[in-house]
């Protein structure tokens, strides 16, 4: 019997670590005429690869990736907080974001966030 539940907890364990997807809503958009889109990717590094990366904005995460995987949002234009958790690793940085442009973001081990045109 210990081994039928130590089997199925483990189990549980590694397949809540694949879960990928929204966690909570991104921040509400106030203005839509100048509000800006973000597709983010999570690079195919082996650097926290079997982890699940947390996407954060403005110190809340709000979705899960896996390796390669990509999502794209859209926000308001101005000043905002994105980061990511990674296992034991966090990383914020502020970003700037201008009013009616897309941007392309790659989230890589190192703590890189980037928002680049496109």
Not at 28 to 51: F, M
Request: proline share 8%; hydrophobic share 40%; glycine share 6%.
């Amino acid at each position: 019997m210990r081994k039928q539940t130590a089997a199925v907890l483990l189990a549980a364990i590694i397949m809540s670590g694949c879960a990928s997807g929204p966690i909570n809503p991104t921040p509400a958009i106030k203005r839509p005429d100048s509000a800006v889109t973000v597709t983010i990717e999570r690079n195919r590094s082996l650097v926290g690869a079997p982890a699940t990366m947390f996407f954060v904005i403005n110190n809340q995460r709000v979705y899960a990736l896996q390796i390669g995987q990509r999502w794209s949002f859209r926000i308001d234009a101005g000043e905002h907080r994105f980061g990511y958790d990674l296992g034991f690793n966090s990383c914020r940085q502020r970003v700037m974001l201008e009013p009616g442009k897309r941007y392309f973001v790659k989230l890589t081990p190192i703590c890189e966030i980037e928002p680049r045109p496109f």
